[in-house]
């Protein structure tokens, strides 16, 4: 649910990483934050366990630049992928305006991607949004990895209606930015059609 | 149907930060922030200038968040008030029309007594004016923003440099 502020002309996105665990949400968020602008971001808050594993969410508050005097912000938050945590995902898509679903290529890890991706579709929808209809890109992470899947057959799983897709390995930064500027330009859009 | 946009005008704006900047005095509070359930800053007063708004917001609906979700497990619709006691400062927490939270930030110069006197009070101004914004979002006001006008080149041109 975008935020509009006509008194300070601002808007407010909400971009949610969703995907299973140790896929890279936080990982790409980190590289979000390391190679922005301090002019243009936040404070990164993550809460975490002493492992560095996701116990509640990341937060990065992200300045875009201006649209028609307006300020355009996205706030990207990322879920904890680790099953148990499911309550915690659920809280976290409240309010959500777009979606990157981040998979893990290891071929090992394919049965966690489509179980997560269930998850996504069932936790959006108890939150009263379709998964078919909210701007969402697909990232498929780790592509530098030996063991990486065949591409198409991830896409076949993961991505049967084609939406807009990537290839990134976010340790290195690959795909990072061009995924959140596709589902940035997606809420964008969205909010086009919905504000006419 | 999910959450509908939250639209806010300057005179919408104005009548949150009176209510913000005089609960600031009544309750002798160090700061006042309003923030919308879903992690936005709406509104703040009060001498903490400076301070990391943007993370404060998140947080505050993240702990709302989280222990709404509590509620609900032990049978509870929510736990509208929350109260953190500090060493020198306390947090106080209240969710208002199951959309707003109101935070108040407080030392020793106030109770917390006060404090939830005052945020009573506060509280149902502040949800009779969220009541109003919703009402001009329902009849359709946010129709025709400046959104409606925004083409793909506007927002490819966000991403050009």
Known sequence: ?196 | MHDTQLVMYDEDFRKILAVTQRLVKDANAKGVFVVDRNGQLISEAGEMRGIDTTSLASLTAGCIAATGGLAKIVGEEEFPVHFHQGQRDNLHITLIAGRIILVVVFDERSSLGLVRLRVKKAGSQLARVFEEIQKKSDQGRGAGTPFAEITDEDIDNLFSV
């Not at chain 1, 971009?15 to 979000?32: A, R």
């Not at chain 1, 990164?44 to 366990?49: K, Q």
């Not at chain 1, 969410?57 to 499911?86: M, N, S, W």
């Open chain 1, 1 to 196: 649910m975008s935020f509009i502020n006509y008194s300070s002309r601002e808007i407010n996105c909400k971009i949610v990483y969703y995907g299973p665990g140790l896929c890279g949400k936080t990982t790409n968020l980190q590289y979000i934050y390391n190679k922005t602008n301090p002019d243009l971001k936040g404070k990164m808050i993550s809460l975490a366990t002493e492992t560095e594993r996701t116990l509640f969410f990341d937060f990065l508050p992200l300045a875009l630049g201006q649209i028609r005097g307006f300020k355009t912000r996205f706030h990207l938050y990322t879920v904890p992928g680790q099953v148990f945590y499911d309550a915690s995902r659920k809280l976290i898509l409240k309010g959500v305006d777009g979606v990157v679903f981040v998979a893990d290529s290891q071929v090992e890890r394919m049965e966690a991607n489509i179980e997560s991706l269930d998850n996504l579709r069932q936790n959006l929808g108890e939150q009263g949004y379709d998964l078919d209809k909210i701007s969402c890109v697909v990232q498929y992470n780790k592509r530098d990895l030996p063991n990486a899947a065949d591409l198409d057959e991830m896409k076949r799983l993961l991505n049967p209606k084609a939406i807009p897709d990537f290839e990134a390995c976010a340790t290195l930064g690959k795909g990072v930015f061009e995924t959140l500027k596709a589902v940035a330009r997606g809420v964008l859009r969205d909010l086009k059609q919905m504000s006419r």
